[in-house]
């Protein structure tokens, strides 16, 4: 596999993603600082820099395995003291400042090295090799402020990211939301979100200061607020608040930093609490209007994606990678119910109107609908979709269920589960949806860069969109070229 490939897969920890996504993100690099100083070769001049050069190699290739949650062979390289004392592979200190030759760290990371690291991954590119071990030549020095401060906070805060004005390639959509007057769609970008008049398509603004990928989008009810949750993987997650008047976005407070991505976010049906989960197993709840943290509930054992107030904003579900779907009493903190019928991660999850059942969609192709209160019961199944489930929401006036798929079509349930219609037209896995808060308009998200407009009531198609700031369709391009 390409160097290239192996790294952006790595970007997506857990999860199963299409090529098309791979190259899409491959191709969209990010310029950080000043790129013609990023890459010393063992002939270069000056000094090479821990943070500036020798950091974001490993911030590619090994922090995803040797972190406070998965250090591989007891190695947690977090801070530079901790890099440095080396774990069960390491056999004591790792660096001989000087002597690339006696460094067991060095050793690991050359072609030969046995075990060779990344473990089971391409080697890492012979400049990057280079680059680190004229760094250990030079005195293996850490150039930051103090050998026990975590330096991928460090380097993340420290170096500026440019989001491209024109994009070079479509980038997955994995977050959509309808502004509440229904005037524009919010579709995720690369570190930023970009609205787009729901009229004619074209871009009405974009919103920036967001983690790598805006995994959700959502509006309070009365729409005031915005809530997002973004992430670069393996290293930041962050969920901020927003005020959400048309024509603007302004940052209202971050709610929450942590160390890997943050998936969901969801506000409660009166607007007064908005609730996040994500890669950390824990659900928390926060008072909107002052960001006061309310509740906070450890219950999952793996990554959670998506969380859903019951409708009268008691109870609270979850969607995790440990296979099951939760609902907790947010008073009590307490678990009402567990179910664990799709034996496979499950992604998403929604409360019925009436809040007496709930249903969850996941990686075995299939809506189940389940009872929190009698034990978790599976009450039906709705459809057999060709791919995993990622998202499903019921209408406004609760009368049809909608979910998308890896099979590439959106579909439409009765509230019973009995099959509607069909929307189809996407040429890649559907992430994500949204509903109009009219609930006339469907827009749907894929992993090739496409938000399609469908009529709900027969839907048919309405307007398709290249949620990529500058970027041509390839027709258009083709055209121009002839």
């Known amino acids: 596999m390409p160097v290239v490939r192996k790294r952006v897969l790595a970007m997506f920890p857990g999860r199963t ?14 310029v950080r600082g000043d790129e013609t100083a990023k890459d010393p070769t063992p002939g270069g001049d000056g000094p090479v820099g821990f943070l500036k050069d020798v950091a974001p190699i490993l911030v590619q290739n090994c922090i995803a395995c040797h972190n406070p949650k998965k250090s591989e062979g007891r190695y947690n390289m977090i801070t530079f003291a901790l890099l440095a004392k080396g774990g069960q592979q390491g056999e004591g200190i790792t660096l001989e400042p000087g002597d690339p030759d006696a460094s067991r760290f060095v050793e690991l990371i050359r072609p030969d090295g046995s075990p060779r690291m990344p473990f089971k991954q391409d080697p890492l590119p012979p400049e990057e090799v280079a680059t680190i071990e004229r760094w250990v030549k030079e005195g293996a020095k850490y150039d930051g402020a103090s050998p026990t401060e975590d330096w991928t906070a460090v380097l993340r805060k420290s170096t500026p990211v440019v989001i491209p004005e024109s994009y070079p390639v479509a980038v997955p959509i994995t977050a959509l939301a309808f502004r509440p007057d229904n005037a524009e769609v919010a579709a995720s970008g690369y570190h930023e979100i970009n609205f787009w008049r729901v009229a004619d398509g074209t871009l009405d603004r974009r919103l920036r200061g967001l983690a790598e990928r805006v995994y959700e989008v959502a509006y309070s009810p009365d729409g005031r607020w915005m809530a997002t949750a973004s992430g670069d993987p393996g290293q930041l997650g962050a969920v901020k608040l927003w005020l959400a008047e048309p024509g603007g976005g302004k940052p209202v407070r971050d709610l929450l930093e942590s160390g890997d991505c943050l998936f969901a976010v969801a506000f409660s049906p009166d607007g007064k609490q908005v609730a996040a989960a994500g890669a950390d197993r824990t659900i928390r709840i926060w008072e909107v209007e002052t960001g006061k943290g309310m509740t906070t509930i450890e219950d999952h054992a793996d990554w959670i994606f998506d969380l859903a107030f019951s409708p009268d904003g008691k109870r609270i579900a979850s969607a995790s990678r440990d296979k099951t779907s939760k609902v907790f009493d947010v008073a009590k903190k307490e678990s009402v119910a567990t179910f664990p019928g799709h034996a496979q991660a499950v992604y998403t999850v929604a409360f019925s109107p009436d809040g007496k059942t709930v249903a969850t969609g996941g990686e075995d192709n299939q809506v189940r609908v ?19 489930v990622f998202k499903l929401q019921y209408t406004p006036d609760g009368k049809e269920l909608v979910a998308c798929s890896a099979d590439k079509t959106v579909r439409v349930f009765d509230a019973n589960g009995g099959p509607s219609r069909t929307l189809q037209g996407h040429a890649d896995w559907i992430y994500t949806f949204a509903i109009s808060s009219d609930g006339k308009t469907v827009a749907s998200g894929s992993w090739d860069g496409e938000v399609r407009l469908w009529n709900l009531a027969d839907g048919k198609p309405l307007r398709t969109i290249l949620a990529a700031p500058g970027l041509k369709p390839a027709s258009d391009a083709q055209a121009s070229a002839e």
Do not use: E
Not at 18 to 30: D, H
Not at 370 to 388: E, L, M, N, S
């Open 17 to 30: 993603i299409g090529l098309t996504a791979l190259l899409a993100v491959a191709s969209l690099a990010p």
């Open 370 to 388: 389940w009872d929190p209160d009698d034990d978790g019961k599976q009450v039906r199944t709705i459809g057999r979709f060709g791919g995993a």
